[in-house]
Protein backbone atom coordinates (compact mmCIF):
# COMPACT_ATOMS: atom_id res chain seq x y z
CA UNK A 1 0.00 0.00 0.00
CA UNK A 2 1.54 3.33 -0.66
CA UNK A 3 1.36 6.50 1.37
CA UNK A 4 -1.10 9.14 0.32
CA UNK A 5 0.00 12.26 -1.81
CA UNK A 6 0.03 14.77 0.89
CA UNK A 7 -1.72 17.98 -0.64
CA UNK A 8 0.30 21.42 -1.51
CA UNK A 9 -0.43 22.95 1.64
CA UNK A 10 0.61 19.92 3.95
CA UNK A 11 4.19 20.22 1.79
CA UNK A 12 4.35 23.87 2.14
CA UNK A 13 3.87 23.65 5.75
CA UNK A 14 6.17 20.89 6.37
CA UNK A 15 8.93 22.71 4.53
CA UNK A 16 8.54 25.67 6.67
CA UNK A 17 9.80 23.45 9.78
CA UNK A 18 11.81 21.49 7.94
CA UNK A 19 14.12 23.69 5.93
CA UNK A 20 16.92 25.24 9.00
CA UNK A 21 18.00 29.39 7.91
CA UNK A 22 21.39 30.35 8.66
CA UNK A 23 21.44 33.96 8.06
CA UNK A 24 25.02 35.12 6.78
CA UNK A 25 26.54 32.37 5.37
CA UNK A 26 28.27 31.64 3.26
CA UNK A 27 28.79 35.28 2.97
CA UNK A 28 27.44 38.15 4.60
CA UNK A 29 23.34 39.27 3.11
CA UNK A 30 22.87 35.59 2.57
CA UNK A 31 20.40 32.96 4.04
CA UNK A 32 21.54 29.81 3.67
CA UNK A 33 18.85 27.63 3.21
CA UNK A 34 19.91 24.04 5.48
CA UNK A 35 17.84 21.08 4.23
CA UNK A 36 19.42 18.56 7.26
CA UNK A 37 16.27 18.49 9.18
CA UNK A 38 13.99 17.41 6.31
CA UNK A 39 16.83 14.62 5.51
CA UNK A 40 16.70 13.13 9.22
CA UNK A 41 12.74 13.13 9.39
CA UNK A 42 11.89 10.10 7.63
CA UNK A 43 7.99 10.52 7.33
CA UNK A 44 8.51 13.86 6.26
CA UNK A 45 10.96 12.79 3.75
CA UNK A 46 8.62 10.33 2.29
CA UNK A 47 5.56 12.84 1.81
CA UNK A 48 7.98 15.30 0.20
CA UNK A 49 9.32 12.51 -2.51
CA UNK A 50 5.43 11.27 -3.04
CA UNK A 51 3.83 14.66 -4.00
CA UNK A 52 7.50 15.96 -5.55
CA UNK A 53 6.59 12.91 -8.00
CA UNK A 54 3.02 14.24 -9.27
CA UNK A 55 5.39 17.37 -10.75
CA UNK A 56 7.42 15.51 -12.68
CA UNK A 57 6.84 14.82 -16.53
CA UNK A 58 6.62 11.32 -17.71
CA UNK A 59 9.12 8.47 -18.93
CA UNK A 60 12.10 10.08 -17.76
CA UNK A 61 14.56 7.65 -18.30
CA UNK A 62 17.52 9.51 -15.95
CA UNK A 63 17.50 11.77 -13.18
CA UNK A 64 20.86 13.81 -13.49
CA UNK A 65 21.22 15.13 -9.63
CA UNK A 66 24.24 17.70 -8.82
CA UNK A 67 26.50 17.15 -6.16
CA UNK A 68 25.53 17.09 -3.07
CA UNK A 69 22.39 17.58 -2.14
CA UNK A 70 21.01 16.84 -5.82
CA UNK A 71 22.42 13.34 -5.17
CA UNK A 72 20.58 13.10 -2.01
CA UNK A 73 17.30 14.32 -3.15
CA UNK A 74 17.62 12.73 -6.90
CA UNK A 75 18.49 9.24 -6.25
CA UNK A 76 15.21 8.34 -4.24
CA UNK A 77 13.09 10.12 -7.25
CA UNK A 78 14.74 8.37 -9.81
CA UNK A 79 14.34 4.69 -7.45
CA UNK A 80 10.22 5.83 -6.87
CA UNK A 81 9.89 6.05 -10.64
CA UNK A 82 12.18 3.23 -12.19
CA UNK A 83 14.82 5.62 -13.34
CA UNK A 84 18.25 5.59 -13.38
CA UNK A 85 20.83 8.08 -11.26
CA UNK A 86 23.60 9.79 -12.63
CA UNK A 87 25.95 12.06 -10.79
CA UNK A 88 27.43 15.29 -11.36
CA UNK A 89 30.18 15.92 -9.56
CA UNK A 90 32.81 18.61 -8.83
CA UNK A 91 36.01 18.27 -10.45
CA UNK A 92 38.33 15.71 -9.85
CA UNK A 93 36.27 13.56 -7.75
CA UNK A 94 35.61 11.31 -10.85
CA UNK A 95 38.27 8.38 -12.52
CA UNK A 96 38.70 8.58 -16.72
CA UNK A 97 37.64 11.02 -18.72
CA UNK A 98 34.70 12.34 -17.01
CA UNK A 99 32.54 15.31 -19.27
CA UNK A 100 33.62 18.63 -17.49
CA UNK A 101 32.42 22.29 -17.28
CA UNK A 102 33.61 25.07 -16.00
CA UNK A 103 31.19 28.12 -14.63
CA UNK A 104 31.02 31.40 -12.79
CA UNK A 105 28.65 31.32 -9.68
CA UNK A 106 27.92 34.16 -7.60
CA UNK A 107 30.76 33.66 -5.42
CA UNK A 108 33.86 32.68 -7.88
CA UNK A 109 33.64 29.92 -9.99
CA UNK A 110 33.66 26.39 -9.94
CA UNK A 111 33.88 23.24 -12.38
CA UNK A 112 31.49 20.20 -12.81
CA UNK A 113 31.46 16.75 -14.32
CA UNK A 114 29.60 13.59 -15.69
CA UNK A 115 30.96 10.29 -15.68
CA UNK A 116 31.96 9.81 -19.55
CA UNK A 117 29.73 7.55 -21.72
CA UNK A 118 26.75 7.25 -18.48
CA UNK A 119 24.07 9.09 -20.64
CA UNK A 120 23.16 7.13 -24.39
CA UNK A 121 22.28 9.20 -26.84
CA UNK A 122 18.54 10.31 -26.86
CA UNK A 123 18.05 9.53 -23.20
CA UNK A 124 14.88 11.57 -21.76
CA UNK A 125 16.90 13.11 -18.72
CA UNK A 126 15.35 15.60 -15.62
CA UNK A 127 18.15 17.78 -13.96
CA UNK A 128 17.34 17.34 -10.23
CA UNK A 129 19.01 19.67 -6.91
CA UNK A 130 17.78 21.33 -4.00
CA UNK A 131 17.50 24.58 -4.88
CA UNK A 132 17.02 26.73 -7.61
CA UNK A 133 18.75 30.66 -6.84
CA UNK A 134 20.77 32.68 -9.15
CA UNK A 135 20.95 29.25 -11.90
CA UNK A 136 24.40 29.21 -12.13
CA UNK A 137 24.65 25.96 -11.52
CA UNK A 138 21.70 24.46 -13.28
CA UNK A 139 22.73 26.19 -16.15
CA UNK A 140 26.26 24.72 -16.02
CA UNK A 141 24.26 21.16 -15.25
CA UNK A 142 22.00 21.53 -18.20
CA UNK A 143 24.54 22.41 -20.85
CA UNK A 144 26.91 19.85 -19.58
CA UNK A 145 24.24 17.08 -19.82
CA UNK A 146 22.88 18.20 -22.74
CA UNK A 147 26.70 17.40 -24.36
CA UNK A 148 25.64 13.96 -24.82
CA UNK A 149 22.99 14.70 -27.07
CA UNK A 150 20.18 13.64 -24.70
CA UNK A 151 16.55 15.32 -24.36
CA UNK A 152 16.54 17.55 -21.01
CA UNK A 153 12.94 17.10 -20.12
CA UNK A 154 13.19 20.02 -17.68
CA UNK A 155 14.63 21.02 -14.33
CA UNK A 156 13.04 20.15 -10.81
CA UNK A 157 14.20 21.84 -7.79
CA UNK A 158 12.56 21.56 -4.14
CA UNK A 159 13.09 25.02 -3.04
CA UNK A 160 13.01 28.16 -5.54
CA UNK A 161 14.07 31.28 -4.19
CA UNK A 162 12.18 33.55 -6.22
CA UNK A 163 13.28 37.13 -6.12
CA UNK A 164 17.02 35.57 -6.91
CA UNK A 165 16.41 35.06 -11.17
CA UNK A 166 17.16 31.58 -11.09
CA UNK A 167 14.49 30.67 -13.58
CA UNK A 168 15.96 33.72 -15.89
CA UNK A 169 19.00 31.35 -16.59
CA UNK A 170 17.24 28.51 -17.94
CA UNK A 171 15.45 30.17 -20.90
CA UNK A 172 12.79 27.40 -22.60
CA UNK A 173 13.70 24.49 -19.89
CA UNK A 174 10.28 23.68 -17.87
CA UNK A 175 10.75 23.93 -14.46
CA UNK A 176 9.24 22.56 -10.90
CA UNK A 177 9.76 23.35 -8.19
CA UNK A 178 8.53 21.46 -4.54
CA UNK A 179 8.35 25.10 -2.72
CA UNK A 180 9.00 28.45 -3.51
CA UNK A 181 10.10 31.23 -1.81
CA UNK A 182 10.27 35.04 -2.35
CA UNK A 183 13.73 36.15 -1.14
Same mark, same amino acid.
Given at each position: ?????? =? =??????????????????????????? #???????????????????????????? #??????????????????????????????????????????????????????????????????????????????? #??????????????????????????????????? =???????
Amino acid at each position: MTDPVP =T =TEQIEAMLHSHIAEYPDFPAPGVLFRD #ITPLLRDAAALRAVIQYWITLLPEDIEY #IVGTEARGFVLGAPLAYEIGAGFIPVRKAGKLPGTPASLKYDLEYGSAEIQIPENSLPAGARTLIVDDLLATGGTAAAT #IELTRRFDVEVLGASFLIELEGLGGREQLPGVPLT =TVWSIED
